[in-house]
């Protein structure tokens, strides 16, 4: 019997690395003279970032420090999923960032058509949030790597369990 490779395709993200980028945008927050006086807080929950600004500028201004900073940590915007901005007490503003993981059902069927479609001797099999893609040759594995990596999907993809 020939030996079979595979890898995982999933989507996730450090959670450290977030609450680290965080915590930067907090202190740049309460030193840039623009943002010191809006008593401004950007709390991390389990599965949701929460803002609470003063108006939608500082909330933009946020925004970019927060991808900057999360950029910069090797963090994919992508897990970023912006809420709508909602009006709050005292005329402040709030807005919950969900944060993305996992592949839906949705997404992982297009990966599992897509890996049927061009690549004929590779399996696409989907595991919960994750696909499980499997060959003979770990070139026809590379290839499909390459092809995911170009595709432009609304979620972040990481390549694990390659065996």
């Known amino acids: 019997m020939a030996a079979s ?3 995982d395709v999933v989507s996730e993200f450090d959670r450290q690395e977030l609450v680290n980028a965080i915590d930067q945008t907090t202190r740049e927050i309460q030193s840039r003279y623009d943002l010191k006086d809006t008593k401004t ?3 991390l929950g389990e ?9 939608e500028f500082t909330l933009d201004a946020i925004h970019t420090l927060l991808q900057m ?12 999923d912006y809420g709508k901005i909602e009006a ?30 061009e690549f004929n001797k590779v399996q696409g099999s989907i595991q919960g949030d994750a696909v499980r893609v499997s060959a003979k040759s770990k070139d026809d594995l590379q290839a499909v790597m390459q ?11 990481q390549f694990t369990n390659y065996r």
């Open 147 to 157: 092809r995911l990596k170009q595709e432009e999907l609304p979620v972040a993809l």
């Open 69 to 80: 900073k999360a950029a910069k940590r090797n963090l994919s915007l992508k897990i970023f």
């Open 47 to 55: 599965t949701t970032i929460t803002i609470h600004t003063d108006s």
């Open 5 to 7: 490779f595979s890898f």
């Open 88 to 117: 709050s007490s005292g005329n402040r503003v709030r807005q919950e960032i969900t944060l993305r993981k996992g592949i839906s059902q949705e997404i992982a069927k297009k990966i599992t058509k897509l890996i049927r479609d």
């Open 41 to 43: 807080t950007v709390e």
